[in-house]
């Protein structure tokens, strides 16, 4: 026979490491992508949440300047709005590159955003230059209003799809973290038996040396 009881048992032993360490490096691997997806997808929502905060402060500002005319109080908080929403709509198209979903409803939110930004625009040159009147009637055709609406819109719909990611991975991740603690267990206790096992059989194939003492020389007498 090319292999003993207790060799074949070594072998099945060996191919059974294996699958399990092929098993938990899957589990750590795909654990670790899930606990990425859950952060990402936190960072994301939070992205929302300062790009929103960013384009009401714009609006702000521009409706404080309409009002009073000081440019000094609200005219920076208007420009510095208009920066920070596009650079965090930048930033949240490159965060979410790999939906096409979110990809569809941030240039929903980009062409609302434009058509607002638009309005404001036009209504502080206005200001600016002296025709007050026509900035108000601008506010008053509700364009502005209207493209914020189907901002939020667009966004809240953003939301619940970054919602939706976060329970699925986050419920992928709660069950591979015990499947790669499990599985690293199994590997560490079967490498263990495998290392018990071909340390008995060592012992069991060398030879004992048994020490009888020097050779008695008889003397006849």
Same mark, same amino acid.
């Given at each position: 026979?090319? +292999?003993?009881?207790?060799?074949?048992?070594?072998?099945?032993?060996?191919?059974?490491?294996?699958?399990?360490?092929?098993?938990?490096?899957?589990?750590?691997?795909?654990?670790?992508?899930?606990?990425?997806?859950?952060?990402?997808?936190?960072?994301?929502?939070?992205? +929302?949440?300062? +790009?929103?905060?960013?384009? !009401?402060?714009?609006?702000?500002?521009?409706?404080? $300047?309409?009002?009073?005319?000081?440019?000094?109080? /609200?005219?920076?908080? $208007?420009?510095?709005?208009?920066?920070?929403?596009?650079?965090?709509?930048?930033?949240?198209?490159?965060?979410?590159?790999?939906?096409? $979903?979110?990809?569809?409803?941030? /240039?929903?939110?980009?062409?609302?955003?434009?058509?607002?930004?638009?309005?404001?625009?036009?209504?502080?040159?206005?200001?600016?230059?002296?025709?007050?009147?026509?900035?108000?009637?601008?506010?008053?055709?509700?364009?502005?209003?209207?493209?914020?609406?189907?901002?939020?819109?667009?966004?809240?719909?953003?939301?619940?799809?970054?919602?939706?990611?976060? !329970?699925?991975?986050?419920?992928?991740?709660?069950?591979?973290?015990?499947?790669?603690?499990?599985?690293?267990?199994?590997?560490?206790?079967?490498?263990? !038996?495998?290392?018990?096992?071909? $340390?008995?059989?060592?012992?069991?194939?060398?030879?004992?040396?048994?020490?009888?003492?020097?050779?008695?020389?008889?003397?006849?007498?």
């Amino acid at each position: 026979m090319p +292999f003993s009881r207790a060799g074949m048992v070594e072998w099945k032993l060996i191919a059974l490491s294996i699958l399990v360490t092929a098993g938990g490096w899957w589990a750590v691997r795909s654990h670790g992508a899930a606990t990425r997806e859950v952060g990402r997808t936190i960072a994301v929502r939070r992205e +929302f949440f300062l +790009f929103s905060r960013a384009v !009401i402060d714009t609006q702000r500002g521009q409706r404080g $300047y309409l009002l009073t005319g000081k440019e000094a109080d /609200h005219l920076t908080p $208007y420009h510095n709005g208009r920066v920070e929403s596009a650079d965090r709509l930048a930033r949240l198209k490159e965060m979410t590159a790999d939906s096409p $979903y979110q990809a569809e409803r941030l /240039h929903a939110v980009e062409t609302n955003l434009t058509d607002l930004f638009d309005e404001l625009a036009w209504t502080v040159n206005q200001v600016r230059t002296g025709m007050k009147p026509d900035a108000f009637r601008m506010v008053d055709t509700g364009r502005g209003e209207r493209a914020l609406k189907a901002m939020r819109v667009a966004i809240d719909q953003c939301i619940e799809e970054e919602d939706r990611r976060l !329970i699925e991975w986050s419920d992928r991740a709660g069950w591979l973290k015990p499947a790669a603690l499990l599985s690293t267990g199994l590997t560490g206790l079967l490498f263990g !038996i495998l290392a018990v096992s071909f $340390y008995a059989r060592f012992r069991r194939r060398t030879p004992r040396t048994v020490y009888s003492g020097p050779l008695r020389r008889s003397t006849d007498r």
